[in-house]
C-alpha cells in the first residue's frame, strides 16, 4: 500500500469511523465501497446505564404462557409469569423481577456497523485511525521486510495463513445468499463455532468463502480471524475473534439481499397469537429482550437482521446464535454452560450462545406480524409499553433499513405496508420481566382482537 492509497484509507476509516483493532461502531456505510450497508440511528434517550452484574431471579414454578401453550418452556432461570402488570406500577419490589442494571456497554454485538453511543462512536473513531496506521506499518514491515529470523515457520505472521495445519472444517452453510466453510487450528474451538452455525442450511461445497479462526498459542495477539486470506480481527479475546467471522457473515448476508427485499436491523420472536418485531438502535436491548422473550417460551426467528419480501409482513427466519454483552450475561447465568470447552469459553466479551440452548425448540418460521415494539433502554424509568402513532412506526421502520439512504420506492412501500399491518407501542423498560409481561399481554390481546 502506498502513501497516498494509505492515506486515503485512513480518510475514509476516520469519516466512516471504523476501528480497525476493535469492533466498528457506525451504523450508514456505502454498499460499493464496503460491502454492506447500516442505517441511520433512531431517537433515543434516557440516562446511561451502570454495567454492573445483574444475577437472574426467577420461578419456576410460575408456567410461561400459561393460557397459550400446550407443553412447557423447559427449565429457566427467567420464567415471565401470567400475572398481568399495570404500566404505571413499580414492580421492583417483586422478588421475581430481574434488576434494571441491563447495563449497556461499549462490547459490540455480531454486527459491527450498528452503532451506539455516538460520543463512543468519536473516540473509537479516533482510535480507529491511531491503530489502523500502526497495523498498516506493521503489515508493511511483514510485507516488504526481510524475513524475521524468529519466526519458527511459515504463516506465524498474522496477515499469513499459507502453511497453517487446520484441524477442524465444517461443512458449506448459507446465510441468505452468502455460502462459507468455517476453519480453526483448535478443534475445541470449531466444534464450539459450528454449534453457533449448525441453524443455518447446509449447501453445496462447489462455491463458498472460507472463515477461518487460528490460535497463535503463546504469541500476542492470540487469535486471528480471517475471511478467505483477509484478516478480519486479531486479538487476545477469543469471544471478539469469533464475534468478527459472526459479523462478516452477517454482512455478507445483508449485502447478498439488500437489493430485493426489505432488510432491517432488528429482531423478531413469535407466540402461538402472532409475530412481535422488535425495533430499535444499538444498545437499546433488542438482543437481551429478545433471548429473555424466546426464554418465556416465545419462538425465535431473528436477531439483528429481519428480512422481508417485498410488500410481506411475514419475516424470514434468519437462526444465527444470539450474542450477549456486558451485564446482559449475567441475567443468564446458566448460559454460561453452553460456551463448550474451548480455550477461554465465558472469559471474553462477549457470550455467543446457540438459540436451543437459551430454551429446547425454540426455532420458528415465523407467521405475519401482529404487534410492533419500538424498544428504549432507561434505567431510572419505570417499564411502561404505551401504543405509538403508525408514522412513528413507519419512521422507526424506515431508520432501521439496512438500505439506509439509498430506500427506493419498493423498499418504502413495504416499510409502510408493515407499519399499517400491525399496531406499534413504544417499550421503555428498566425490569426485563415485567416488560417480557408486558409484550406478552399486548400480544395476547392482539390475537383475542383479530379472532373472529
Sequence with gaps: MDRQTRRQFLRRAAAAGVVIGGLPAVRTFDLPAYGWVGSPPIRSGGTTPTNDPV???????DPPFASEQDGGAGSSALAVPTRAVSPASDSSTDPRVLGAELGRTGAQGSL????GDPRRAVALGIGGIVTGTAMTRGLQSHRRGPAVASEPRLGHPVDRIDGVLWRYETVARAAFGFTYRFRATDPAVGALVEDLVRAFPRVPEHAHSWLSLRDRGSREPRFASYLDDDVLLATSDQSLAIAAMLSAIDRAGVASIVGDRLVLH??????PSGTVLLLGPSGAGKTTMTAALVRSGFGYIADEIVAFDHGET????YHKAISLKGSSRWLFPDLRNALGTASDAGSGQLWHVPIDAIRSGARSEGAPITMIVELRYDAAAVTTLEPMAGRDALASIVANCFSGDRLDGESFSSASTLAGAAPAYRLVFSDLVPACRLVHDAIASAGRAGTP
Design 55 to 61: 444475577q437472574a431471579v426467577g420461578d419456576p414454578s
Design 266 to 271: 432488528a429482531a423478531a420472536v413469535t407466540a
Design 112 to 115: 459491527p456497523f450498528t452503532g
Design 314 to 317: 411475514t419475516p424470514q427466519p
